[in-house]
């Protein structure tokens, strides 16, 4: 293979799944759960190709750091909201995942401009947490499919996103603002 095409996959599966995200709402809207799922998986899938393309062959940018966590946050928010607003998941844990990433979104902004110094360095914490958000989603489409009596298991499953959400917004913002302080003291 090319080596100018293989340092451009990683990107180009990243973008690939960003494009899935509104073809993955519609589909739940339109009552096409076993589609939708099977998308979803082929999304989860082609995170972790395109991550281990880019280590694999040396092929990680500055560009799909940001690409990656992005199509990322976009599919997860997405199914989320849709699957709140059909009232299949719980709106305060909607609420929170979504408050969740604006958070740190919203942090990373603020602390790039505050710095000038902002690296894409995933918290263990935020790993588990994404992937525990990518199980229970996974398990509500399946379930909506399948016709899965699996309530108990995505109930358990709710409370631990919430907690792992919660855990990790915190984390980001103790590591940001301890950052920022302690940049800020350097500079006087």
Known sequence: MN?????????LISVAR????????WLIIAGETQIAFWLFIAAGVSDAID???AK?????????????????????????????????????????????DLLIVGGAILFETLTHS?????LKISKINTFAQIVLAATVLFSL???????????????????TTVASGAAYVFKWGKRAIFMEGEDR
């Open 118 to 122: 902002l690296e894409m360095d995933p």
């Open 56 to 100: 694999r062959f040396n092929a990680e940018t500055v560009i799909g750091a940001f690409l990656d966590p992005l199509a990322d946050k976009a599919l997860l928010v997405s199914v989320y909201l849709t699957l709140g607003y059909q009232e299949i998941l719980p709106s305060w844990l909607v609420i929170l995942v979504v408050f969740r």
């Open 18 to 25: 960003l494009l899935a995200v509104p073809v993955t709402v």
């Open 51 to 53: 991550g281990f393309i």
């Open 3 to 11: 080596s100018a095409f293989i340092q451009l996959l990683p990107n």
């Open 145 to 163: 499919s399948h016709d899965y009596p699996g309530a108990a298991f995505v109930e358990g499953m709710a409370y631990v996103v919430a907690v």
